[in-house]
C-alpha cells in the first residue's frame, strides 16, 4: 500500500527495525521499492517516477493515514491526483514468491512420495529405487500445476466442441433428433431420435476422453510437461504400497486379500499411447508393444492369483513386477516392460476384449443403419459399410465378427 507523504523521507537505504534512519537489517529492494519483513518500521520509503512515497506495511496504517488526511491509493490509481503509479516490483515480488510456494510445495510432495517408495522397497525386498524412476516422479510433480493449468480449459473446450460437433451432425442426418429437441417433451413412442439421443452423450464422452489424452501425450512431447506422461506411476507405486502393507502385518486379515491389479493392468495397456516414444503411424510397432503389453498383463494376473494361496509371497512377486515395470517405462522401454524370463513362465491367454469388441460392432453397424436412410444410401452400400466396421473392429477374426454381423442384420434392416 503506497501512501503519499508531504514530508521528506529519509534515504531509502536508512531503514531499520528501530526506527527511520537507522541501519536495516532485513531490508530487500524490488524494482526501486524497499520491502522490508514483519515486525519491521510500518513505513518505508519509496520513490516512483519521482514521486517520493512512504510505503504502509499493512492496510490497517494506511487507512488510518488516509484519515489523518494521506491518500491511500496505491498501484495503478493516481496518488495525490497527480501522477499513475505502478507498481511492478511489487507485483513480480507477489509472483515470485507465489511461485517460489508452489515449486517448494511441489518439491516436498515428490519427496514424500520418493521416500515412501524407498520404505516399501526395502521391507519389500526388492532392491534400491532406480534413479531414472525417481526423477521422473519429480517431472511427475514438478510441471503438474502447469499441466493442470493448460489441461482443464483444454478439457472444457474440446468437451463442448465434441458435443457441439455431433448434436449438429445428428440433427442434419435425423430431422427428427432436431426437433425433438427444440420440443424438449418426450413423446409416449420410442423412436430413432430417442436413440440418437441417448447413444450421443456416450460418443462425446468416448471422443473426448481420446483427444484429451492424446492431447497430454503431445504437451509431454512438445513442452516437457511429464506429468501427464508419469501420472500412471502414481498408480503402480501405490500398488507397491499396498503389497508393503502385506508384507508388514503381522498376521493375514482379510483386507490383505483386497490389492488388485485391475487398475494396474489398465495403465499398462495405455502406457504405449501415453508414453510417446512411438508415433501414431508406426503401425507395426505399436502392434508388437501391444502384445507385450498383454503378455505383461497376464503377468500381473498371474501373480495376482498367489495372493490366495501366499499372500506375502503374492505380494512380494506382485512388487517386484510392478517396481521393473515402473523402471523400464520410466526410461521409455516400452516395448521390454518385463523380461522374457518374467513372461517365460506365464499362460498367455486367447484373444481378449470380446464384449468390447462385440459392443463396438453392435454400435458401429447400429449407426450406419441409421445413417443410411437419412443419406440416401441403397442397400448395396449399407451392407458393404456395415462389413467394413465389423472388419474393422474384429481384423483377424473378421469371420466372428460377420456372423455378429448375420445375426444383428434382419434386427437392423427389417425386410430387406
Known amino acids: 500500500m503506497l501512501v503519499a507523504s508531504n514530508r521528506t523521507p529519509p534515504s531509502p537505504d536508512r531503514v531499520g527495525s528501530g526506527g527511520i534512519g537507522e541501519p536495516s537489517r532485513g531490508a530487500r529492494r524490488l524494482g526501486g521499492l524497499q520491502h522490508v519483513h514483519p515486525g519491521f518500521p510500518p ?3 519509496a520513490d516512483f517516477h519521482g514521486w517520493r ?22 498501484g495503478s490509481r493516481r496518488i495525490g491526483g497527480s501522477s499513475t503509479l505502478m507498481a511492478s516490483g511489487s507485483l513480480r515480488y507477489m509472483f515470485v514468491q507465489v511461485h517460489r510456494r508452489v515449486v517448494a510445495h511441489q518439491r516436498k510432495k515428490s519427496d514424500v512420495a520418493i521416500q515412501k517408495l524407498r520404505e516399501d522397497a526395502e521391507v519389500l525386498g ?23 493449468a493448460a489441461m482443464v480449459p483444454f478439457a472444457l473446450v474440446i468437451f463442448w466442441y465434441i ?33 440418437i439421443g441417448v447413444v450421443a452423450p456416450l460418443l462425446v464422452v468416448v471422443l473426448a476422453f481420446l483427444c484429451v489424452r492424446r492431447a497430454a501425450a503431445v504437451l509431454g512431447a512438445v513442452f516437457d510437461w511429464k506429468t501427464g506422461t508419469f501420472l500412471r506411476l502414481a498408480v503402480w507405486a501405490e500398488l507397491i504400497h499396498q503389497c508393503a502393507d502385506i508384507v508388514r502385518a503381522p498376521r493375514i486379515r482379510d483386507q490383505h486379500y483386497g490389492p488388485s491389479v485391475r487398475i494396474a493392468v489398465a ?21 508388437a508393444m501391444r502384445q507385450h503389453a498383454f503378455h505383461v498383463a497376464d503377468a500381473l494376473r498371474a501373480a495376482e492369483a498367489k495372493l490366495d494361496v501366499q499372500p506375502k509371497e503374492g505380494a512380494r512377486e506382485i512388487a517386484r513386477l510392478t517396481m521393473k515395470i515402473s523402471s523400464r517405462y520410466a526410461e521409455g522401454r516400452v516395448g521390454a516392460l518385463l523380461d522374457e524370463g518374467d513372461l517365460a513362465a506365464v499362460a498367455v491367454t486367447g484373444r481378449r476384449f470380446e464384449a468390447a469388441q462385440l459392443a463396438v460392432a453392435v454400435v458401429g453397424a447400429t449407426g450406419v443403419a441409421l445413417a443410411a436412410p437419412a443419406l440416401g444410401l441403397p442397400v448395396q452400400v449399407t451392407v458393404a459399410a456395415s462389413v467394413l466396421v465389423v472388419a474393422a473392429v474384429y481384423r483377424n477374426a473378421v469371420f466372428t465378427g460377420l456372423g455378429v454381423l448375420a445375426f444383428l442384420y434382419p434386427l437392423l434392416s427389417p425386410g430387406k
Open 43 to 45: 513505513f518505508l520509503s
Open 53 to 74: 512515497c512512504r510505503v504502509a506495511n499493512c492496510p490497517m496504517i494506511a487507512r488510518r493515514q488516509g484519515r489523518a488526511g494521506f491518500p491511500t491509493r496505491c
Open 126 to 148: 526388492i532392491g534400491p529405487v532406480p534413479g531414472r524412476l525417481r526423477v521422473a516422479l519429480r517431472e511427475r510433480y514438478h510441471t503438474a500445476p502447469l499441466f493442470f
Open 163 to 195: 458435443a457441439s460437433l455431433v448434436n449438429h451432425a445428428a440433427a442434419a442426418m435425423y430431422p427428427d433428433y432436431a426437433r425433438r429437441r427444440q420440443a424438449g417433451s418426450p413423446t409416449s413412442s420410442w423412436g430413432w431420435a430417442d436413440a
Open 267 to 287: 495403465r499398462v495397456y495405455g502406457a504405449r499411447a501415453m508414453r510417446g516414444t512411438v508415433g501414431s503411424t508406426s503401425w507395426r510397432r505399436r502392434k
